[in-house]
């Protein structure tokens, strides 16, 4: 039988991709995201590929995700791959002027979801004691960049739990690593911005970002090491990024 993943957040760029690689490789496939016209085309495109699963959902909701893993067809209960993929930048403001619903929006999500997905789907591959959980975390969970604030505690928040689930499962099978890409054009920006294109065109303006296939590329390749290798941390970025020196204010 091929090997089941579930992709959170594969109605758009990274968990897209991601759905997309996996049905050329023949996995089979449980898909979710909140935006049913966007999992319908998905669903449209995989199903000559691969059996697919799909529903809508919004990670946010604790008793949603708990539901919808309990009520999985038989087919696709034994998942081998969780892809904890979906989450979201919310503005890029000085932390004294963000607004507050942002910064809830971005805990829930990006930490709260992700931790709702993991606990729904994590016993059944310890009690099979086998499975993989791939968190897509990011390079703000690495460095400070101004007006990353919220959303880059939230991704530390994913490197440092990655860490920590990895020293829990020690003597099972069960692997867990941390993917984190750096400038990546996706719907990524469009969010972060509200929907203003102009200012999410504008930060991958004259410049070659990492595309949605490069880190489709690394998940694939992180899940398909041999089963007593654990990839821990894989920090992925455009060769058009880099570092700066620290910033020193004069004025201050
Ligand atoms: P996109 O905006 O293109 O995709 C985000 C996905 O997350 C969408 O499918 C969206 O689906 C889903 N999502 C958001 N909120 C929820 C929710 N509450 N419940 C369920 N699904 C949700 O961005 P990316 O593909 O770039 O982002 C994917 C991940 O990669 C995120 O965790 C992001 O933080 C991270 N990342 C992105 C980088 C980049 O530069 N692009 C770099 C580093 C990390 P829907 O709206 O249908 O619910
Ligand atoms: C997305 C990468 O650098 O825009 O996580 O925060 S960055």
Redesign the pocket.
């Known amino acids: 039988m091929s090997q089941i993943a579930l992709i ?10 991601c759905a997309h690689r996996f049905a050329t490789e023949g996995w089979r496939l449980i898909l ?4 049913q016209e ?2 319908d085309e998905l669903c449209t495109e995989l199903a000559a590929t691969t059996p697919v699963h799909a529903f ?6 604790e008793v949603a995700v708990n539901a919808a893993i309990a009520a999985l067809p038989v087919e696709f209960t034994d998942i081998d791959l969780l892809v ?6 919310l503005g890029l403001e000085p932390t004294q002027r963000c607004n507050m619903q942002d910064w809830q ?1 971005m805990i ?3 930490i709260k ?2 931790l709702y997905c993991t606990r729904a789907v994590l016993p059944g591959m310890v009690e099979r004691n086998c499975g993989h959980i791939v968190n ?5 969970g690495n460095y400070p960049y101004p007006g990353g604030n919220v ?1 880059g505690g ?2 530390a928040f ?1 490197k440092q739990f990655s860490l920590n689930l990895r020293a829990d499962l020690l003597g099972t099978q069960v692997r867990v690593t941390n ?13 972060r911005f509200k929907g203003d294109d102009h200012k999410a065109n504008r930060i991958y303006e004259g410049v070659q ?2 595309e ?1 296939a490069d ?1 489709a590329d690394v998940v694939y390749w992180a899940a398909t090491r041999p089963a007593h290798v654990n990839i821990n941390r894989v920090e992925v970025m455009p060769v058009c990024q880099a570092f700066s020196p620290f910033a020193i204010s004069r004025d201050a």
């Open positions: 959170t957040g594969a109605t758009s760029g990274f968990g897209a991709a979710c995201g909140r935006r966007r999992l809508p959902l919004d990670i946010r909701n904890n993929n979906a989450g979201l930048a929006d829930d999500t990006n979801g992700l897509i975390g990011s390079v703000a959303y939230t991704k994913v993917v984190e890409p750096g400038m990546a054009e996706t719907e990524f920006s469009l969010v970002p990492l949605a880190i």
